[in-house]
Structures are given as structure tokens and as C-alpha cells.
């Protein structure tokens, strides 16, 4: 058995450093499609007070793999969903008319060749709306159940075609399976 964390949208890497504090056991993978951003991951597993297994794909966790398009906006509103509305927040808002093409994962098929049953897998998802796609397969294919923990920002009201309904629907369905917790 080993103990794992995934973070799914690893951003500037902060968050990943956070847990590889807290979690000294586990074994680390960090999911992110910004390629401006690797550097500060790197930067933060360096800092980090001792050096766990880290592993770091230049990639968005999708539902199979191949090149997808990256909307890119504020480095926490970037996202490979199309449509989707910035909180003013944020001076800058998503360049929809310049994609930048980067590789994507089958988060499920990496799911089943990374892990086992018997691992504890905890996964921080912060991929700016992917999470509906991406989950919606993990459940379809059975690999939800490798998830131990959940970490989870939900973005249904950043898009006008997800529905509060549709929205708690995928909640229920993954809670029943998972520990959820959300994410902020």
C-alpha cells in the first residue's frame, strides 16, 4: 500500500508544497497545463523541508489524452473550458481568441495505471470547470473508487450552461463514492 496525493491544477505550486508538509508519507503528483507556471512548482518542491517523490506532467487532466486548448486569463482563472466567466476580481479575464494547444491526460486511465485499490489516494481538483467532464468519467469507468480523499473547488456558477440541478447531481454521485471536501 502506499499513500499518494495528486494535485490536479498544482497552479503556482503552493498548495502542493502546503500538503507536502503535511503529508510527509506520500508519494507526490502534480497536473499542471500552464507551462509558465512549471518553474514556480519546481521552485516550491525545492523549498519544501524534505524531498518526497515528486513527479510534475506539464498537462491538464482531461478525459483522454491528446492536445486540448488552454484559455489563458489570470494564472487561477486559466481553464480548458470553453465560456467561462471571471469574477471581476480579476483585472484580467480569459484571452478566448488566442488558445494555446498543451497536453492533456486521461485522468481515469492514469488513475488506473498509477495507483491500486489498496493505495490511499488523496486529490486536491482545482481545474477551473474540467472537474464536471473529468469526474463524470471517473464514475462512468469505476476509477472514482481508487480516490480515497477529494479535495475539490467546484466552478458550476462560472459557466451558463451548468445548472445548480446538473451540479448537485455530480456532487451526490461523487460524495456517495468519495470523502469530499471542497476547496477554496
Known sequence: ?????????????????????????????AFEPNEKLLQSIRDEVERAAHSPRVEISHSAVWTHDGMINLFLGHHESSTVMPGK????????????????????TDFSSWLRRTVTPDDHVVVKMDIEGAEYPVLTKLIADGTLGLISVLYIEWHYDRFSYMTKSDHDQLVGAVSACVDVRDWD
Open 1 to 29: 500500500m502506499r499513500n499518494v496525493f495528486i494535485d490536479c491544477g498544482t497552479n503556482l505550486g503552493v498548495v502542493l508544497k502546503r500538503f507536502m508538509h503535511e503529508l510527509p508519507d506520500h508519494d507526490f503528483y
Open 85 to 104: 466567466r471571471v469574477p471581476p476580481v480579476y483585472e484580467q479575464q480569459i484571452d478566448y481568441g488566442s488558445p494555446v494547444p498543451v497536453p492533456a
